[in-house]
Each structure stands twice: as structure tokens, then as C-alpha cells.
């Protein structure tokens, strides 16, 4: 992207974290249909993020801006939203999608997985609230957070990745009360939308169907719907976990 084409963004800008791939491909294309122009941070997936930049800027030219960080290193975020500032002059929604999630059974569990799953799934995403609050404040605008089922409900054989998903909405509520009034900070705890990337058999699949009120899988788009709901919809909504789960959590875990 030409960062010296747009000065400043006359449309709200967002920056979404793991925005390449998945669920969190479809919130970029769903959002950039809206109108905002989106700051699209990857980590290794460098191939799918220029794609997904190429395919929304023929739609609407110098309206997606890379972003390759390792969310880890907690003191390059900083750099990482000034950059965003640098380009449009503005930051109105912060999306923190990036997750890592794989099984850390008792026993096996390592302190390397510790500081992984804790890191990605919640100590980035409060490093990075912090550092976008006093943008995000400037503009009225919002935190989302992607949180999960399973951090209510922990997930069997991922007890550390539940542990940070059950830290991550507890930081939701409380970002909500630090950054309120000028911020709202909510989340969304998923339930079966897509399947792993690691196996899963098909009998475990039936499962979780068997134990959802709606009796199918959800798709990203019930995801990305939400998401421009909180964000254009819900300026009454602060502090709030919204699960999008088909009544998955009315039944058995």
C-alpha cells in the first residue's frame, strides 16, 4: 500500500489482528464491504494476507494497510498502532482476533505452552487495548474481542487455552469499566463455526452437533455479522459477552 495515497481516512478504520485466514478473513471482507478501511495484521500467513489485500483494494483502492507482527512481542504493539495512525490518521475499532489453540494435557503440559496460549490469546490482546485506547477513545469507538465457549466451559485435554480465553473475558469486562465512557470493550465466545485445523474425527463432530439447540455448525459470516453489529449497532452494549453458539452452551459441553 501507498502509505502517502491517504493522508487521513474520511471512513472508520479498523485494525484486526490474525485477519488473513478463517473466520478471521471473512470479519475483513465483511467489514471492508461496510465501508471501513481495515489495518489487517498477520503473523506468518504473509501469502493469504496480500491476497486478501489485492482482492479488497481492486473493490476499493489504498483501503487495506498490512500489518507483520509477533503479538508476543508485546513492545513492538505500540509501533504496530502508531503505524496505523501514521497511515490514516485515526483508529476507531480494534478487533483482537489472533488465537493459538492446541490440546495442553496434564502432565504434557510444557511452560513454553503456557506462555503461548496465555500470550496470544490474552496478554496481546490487553497490551494491545492499552495501546490503542487513547486513538480509540479520540473517536468513541470500540474493542471486540474474540473469546470462546470454552472459557465458561473448559474444553477437555485444553485446559491452558481455556484459562486464557476465561482471562480474556474477565479482561473484556474490565477494559469495559477502565475505558467506559468513551470506549466500549464487549466480546464474542463462539461455538462450532469451523472445525480445528488439527484432526477431529467425525464422531466427536456429531457430537457437538448432538449438544447444539440448532443442531448444525454455524458459519464465519454469523461471526463477521456480529462483529459489525457491536461495532455500528450496540452503542448502548459495553462490558458484554455475546455467544454465537447455536445453543451449544444450553446443552452438554
Given amino acids: 500500500m501507498n502509505q502517502k495515497a491517504q493522508d487521513k481516512a474520511t471512513a472508520p478504520v479498523v ?100 506462555d503461548d496460549l496465555l500470550g496470544t490469546n490474552l496478554k496481546a490482546p490487553f497490551f494491545l487495548a492499552q495501546a490503542a485506547a487513547p486513538h480509540l477513545r479520540k473517536q468513541q469507538g470500540c474493542v471486540i474481542n474474540l473469546a470462546d465457549i470454552h472459557a465458561e466451559r473448559p474444553l477437555k485435554n485444553h485446559p491452558v487455552y481455556s484459562i486464557a480465553k476465561a482471562g480474556l473475558i474477565m479482561a473484556t469486562k474490565a477494559l469495559a469499566r477502565e475505558l467506559g465512557p468513551q470506549v466500549r470493550v464487549n466480546a464474542i465466545a463462539p461455538g462450532a463455526i469451523l472445525w480445528p485445523e488439527n484432526e477431529m474425527d467425525d464422531l466427536a463432530k456429531q457430537r457437538i452437533i448432538a449438544n447444539t439447540a440448532l443442531k448444525r455448525h454455524g458459519e464465519p459470516m454469523d461471526i463477521a455479522r456480529t462483529v459489525w453489529f457491536l461495532i455500528h449497532e450496540a452503542s448502548y452494549i459495553t462490558g458484554q459477552i455475546i455467544a454465537v453458539d447455536g445453543g451449544r452452551t444450553l446443552g452438554n459441553p
Fill in 15 to 114: 485494525l484486526i489482528t490474525g485477519g488473513a485466514r478463517r473466520v478471521g478473513a471473512t470479519i475483513v471482507r465483511h467489514l471492508h464491504a461496510q465501508g471501513l478501511c481495515i489495518a489487517l495484521h498477520y503473523r506468518s500467513s504473509s501469502l493469504e494476507a496480500r491476497r486478501l489485500q489485492e482482492e479488497l483494494q481492486r473493490r476499493r483502492p489504498n483501503s487495506v494497510l498490512l500489518l507483520q507482527a509477533e503479538l508476543l512481542a508485546v513492545n513492538k504493539l505500540e509501533h504496530m498502532v502508531q503505524t496505523v495512525i501514521d497511515v490514516w490518521g485515526r483508529l476507531d475499532v480494534l478487533i483482537n482476533n489472533a488465537s493459538s489453540f492446541y490440546p495442553t494435557s496434564i502432565g504434557k503440559t510444557t511452560e513454553q505452552d503456557w
